[in-house]
């Protein structure tokens, strides 16, 4: 008998038993009474057991509550990502390095005396101040003509008097007798 057990057993752990096959070990399992083989019995009494297992009628709407309760998961993209990173980490890097050209001009600029004796700085501030001067009085010159020609304008109106004039003389011109 141990040996026919042998023989459905390897066919078993081998996949080319048949159901009729599989049934006989099964029985000849539940028969052996020396319990050499009470592990094999022990599962087959497991895959009986679980085959009576049937969901409840109620498994789907706790299926679907315990979805509905877990949280949203936003999934991010990697170039969305590296897009949104990016462009901080572009704009923090022209921020230092704009910043250390700044500094860099600042320290560069340093003021130095150009002349030698304060009056000597004050005869050329005097001069560049004339200079200014002169080139201001000129635009103030060209302003006042400019000006001059709005007064152009009020004599215009007075050659139209004179023209109203010459013509109310007129008649007088018609009674001129010639000599």
């Known amino acids: 008998m141990d ?8 066919k078993y752990w081998a996949a080319e038993a048949s159901l009729e096959e599989e049934k006989e070990l099964r029985s000849l399992l539940s028969a052996n009474e020396a319990g050499e083989y009470e592990e094999l019995t022990g599962m087959f009494d497991h895959f009986d057991a679980e085959k009576e297992v049937s969901l409840g009628t109620d498994f789907d709407t706790e299926l679907m509550t315990m979805i509905e309760a877990e949280p949203e998961v936003k999934v991010i993209s990697f170039s969305e990502y590296f897009k949104r990173y990016a462009s901080m980490a572009a704009a923090v890097l022209v921020l230092m390095v704009s910043s250390y050209v700044f ?3 600042q320290d560069s600029y340093v003021q130095e005396d150009t002349f030698e004796s304060p009056e000597a700085a004050l005869q050329e501030i005097k001069k560049q101040l004339l200079t200014v001067s002169m080139y201001m009085n000129k635009g103030n010159q060209q302003i006042n003509e400019l000006s001059n020609l709005g007064k152009a304008d009020m004599g215009m109106e007075d ?7 010459a013509i109310s003389l007129e008649p007088l011109n018609r009674m001129n007798i010639r000599r």
């Open 3 to 10: 040996s026919k057990i042998e023989k459905l057993l390897d």
């Open 103 to 105: 500094i860099q001009n």
């Open 159 to 165: 050659l139209s008097k004179i023209n109203e004039a």
